[in-house]
């Protein structure tokens, strides 16, 4: 089902996403890390991920970058042409200065060319990005956004403690570059907290909580990322079906009405449930999660490029982004493609 609508709205005009070199399979990671044979495939369902050479040249920086420039040529505008860059990620490049003055620079901005801002919902950034986005350009701050999301996942993997968590994150980076279009765009967008699984998802290091300085190694003990599957699932399975439907009401659609979702690629666990929660085939969502792992923050934009590669979102489509984030926080975003 199509839907139009006569008002300009904030619109994705531009689309990209970028992936390390290194396509690894969960055999690699079992040889690696001594586990059992085909037991990464079982517990996570993902068969390959992306893992970047951080220490060379695909760095975050530099893989946001290439997704950037590829959004920016979709949108068929120049960097110049921007008024903010917002970066949009879990975990940035490092915790003073934020990451997207890196982005400003990269692209060849000068000094003063735009405004930055970084932004984190940890998986939900990107999302929450295009709200804010939305806010400039309807309020007439800004005529054109761009929004990077580059995880680094494998960096702060727990390998040794949980390797079934560790084996569902994979690295990757999306961009949008939004700005305002007669008759399609953005419909609505709704996000809720549950601060009550704080500590669900957590990677406890790099702010005023654990310090180096304090005791060096509790820190280097805390520096991987940590995750409850069973609290978080239980969560999800109670909540996030009336938080979507109430988004969805108050947007005017149906579940029947989305013509695409593009989740979260939380897990291929976590896609099934979804598509069985929410009686949604296989034709009417994306799913890389095996192919691509979690990619965090970049999941999103990710998956939402890889639709329209394979031709999922056709014009007038109603296109619902949704998924969770820690926090523990629910998101979603309704467009008309």
Not at 108 to 122: H, S
Not at 190 to 207: I, K, N
Request: glycine share 10%; charged share 15%; proline share 4%.
């Amino acid at each position: 089902m199509s839907a139009s609508f006569d008002q300009s709205a904030a619109a994705i005009t531009g689309w990209g996403h970028a992936l390390p070199r290194a396509k690894v399979a969960s055999e690699q990671l079992e040889q690696i890390h001594r586990l059992k044979a085909g037991s990464l495939v079982a517990a996570t369902g993902v068969k390959t991920r992306y893992i970047a050479d951080r220490l060379g040249a695909e760095t975050q920086v530099a893989l946001g970058l290439r997704a950037a420039r590829v959004a920016l040529e979709r949108a068929d505008c120049s960097a110049s042409s921007l008024d903010l860059i917002i970066a949009a990620s879990a975990v940035p490049q490092q915790l003073i200065p934020s990451t997207a003055p890196l982005y400003q620079q990269g692209l060849g901005l000068p000094d003063g060319g735009c405004q930055v801002l970084d932004v984190n919902t940890t998986c939900l950034s990107a999302l929450s990005a295009l709200e804010i986005a939305a806010s400039y350009l309807e309020s007439g701050r800004a005529r054109r956004v761009l929004i990077v999301s580059s995880e680094l996942a494998s960096c702060a993997l727990p390998w040794h403690a949980a390797p079934e968590v560790a084996g569902l994150f994979g690295d990757g980076a999306g961009a949008w570059v939004v700005e305002m279009v007669p008759g399609r765009g953005l419909v609505g967008t709704a996000f809720e907290s549950f601060p009550s699984a704080y500590e669900a998802c957590q990677l406890p290091v790099g702010g005023t909580r654990n310090s180096p300085h304090d005791n060096a190694g509790h820190f280097l003990e805390q520096a991987y990322f940590q995750m409850t599957g069973d609290s978080l699932f239980k969560l999800v399975r109670s909540q996030f079906s009336d938080f979507l439907d109430r988004f969805l009401d108050r947007v005017g659609w149906s579940r029947g009405d989305v013509d695409l979702f593009v989740p979260h690629q939380a897990s291929p666990l976590g896609l099934m449930h979804m598509a069985r929660a929410f009686q949604v085939r296989s034709n009417r969502y994306i799913d890389i999660t095996r192919s691509h792992g979690n990619q965090i923050a970049a999941s999103i934009p990710t998956a939402f490029s890889e639709a329209q590669l394979r031709g999922m979102i056709q014009p007038g489509a109603r296109v619902l982004m949704l998924g969770t984030s820690a926090g523990v926080q629910f998101g979603a975003a309704a467009l008309v493609a």
